[in-house]
Antibody, heavy 118, light 111 residues
Framework: EVQLVQSGAEVKKPGESLRISCKGS????????ISWVRQMPGKGLEWMGRIDPSDSYTNYSPSFQGHVTISADKSITTAYLQWSSLKASDTAMYYCARHSGYPPFDYWGQGTLVTVSS | QSALTQPASVSGSPGQSITISCTGTSSDVGGYNYVSWYQQHPGKAPKLMISDVSNRPSGVPDRFSGSKSGNTASLTISGLQAEDEADYYC???????????FGTGTKVTVL
């Protein structure tokens, strides 16, 4: 059974760093891309960026480029989304999702809620 | 890359059919058959309902169907049921620097 299991909810202060994770199982982790998707409270889905776990090639939406970093460790079939300096506006639910080079996003993680507040 | 345009809300009575539109451009919806649809219940992760414009993944009820004409894709729910009440998002591959784009989302209400 394909599963993407994300790390738990986080509460952070502005300026702090954070890394959240997404562990894949039940499939060949290096055969599919992982994308990260943001959903701000009460809002829609926004594509942030993706990684090819086979070679760690990444690309980002211009809206998120430079503010987040996506990485992966194929030895433990885990992808990561990290911030070096969080802002209050980063408060959102973050989902990871699996896909081939093209859509669809066929499996999704359960989501990680990130709350940034002083 | 701007979000694809969907109606904010659509409603229908049980048993009726509803259609949700998803309008983009020739650089996304109109240019590729990589349109997909996702259902999201409150507090839950999105779930794939339709891929590649009109393909239904295993386990998705056949009352869900997809189509495309020009720059507009559509999701039709026939025989609306109470459990279909949710938010629905379309998505498309794009030729821009952002390879994927989502729609603005549609709240479906079962009256």
């Amino acid at each position: 059974e394909v599963q993407l299991v994300q790390s738990g909810a986080e509460v952070k202060k502005p300026g702090e760093s954070l890394r959240i994770s997404c562990k894949g199982s039940g499939y060949s982790f290096t055969s599919y891309w992982i994308s990260w998707v943001r959903q701000m409270p009460g809002k829609g889905l926004e594509w942030m960026g993706r990684i090819d776990p086979s070679d760690s090639y990444t690309n980002y939406s211009p809206s998120f480029q430079g503010h987040v970093t996506i990485s992966a460790d194929k030895s433990i079939t885990t992808a990561y989304l990290q911030w070096s300096s969080l802002k209050a506006s980063d408060t959102a639910m973050y989902y990871c999702a699996r896909h081939s080079g093209y859509p669809p996003f066929d499996y999704w993680g359960q989501g990680t809620l990130v709350t940034v507040s002083s | 890359q701007s979000a694809l345009t969907q109606p904010a809300s659509v409603s229908g009575s049980p048993g009726q059919s509803i259609t949700i539109s998803c309008t983009g451009t020739s650089s996304d919806v109109g240019g590729y058959n990589y349109v997909s649809w996702y259902q999201q219940h409150p507090g839950k992760a999105p779930k794939l309902m339709i891929s590649d414009v009109s393909n239904r993944p295993s386990g998705v009820p056949d009352r869900f169907s997809g189509s495309k004409s020009g720059n507009t894709a559509s999701l039709t729910i026939s025989g609306l049921q109470a459990e279909d009440e949710a938010d629905y998002y379309c998505s498309s591959y794009t030729s821009s620097s952002t390879p994927y784009v989502f729609g603005t989302g549609t709240k479906v209400t079962v009256l």
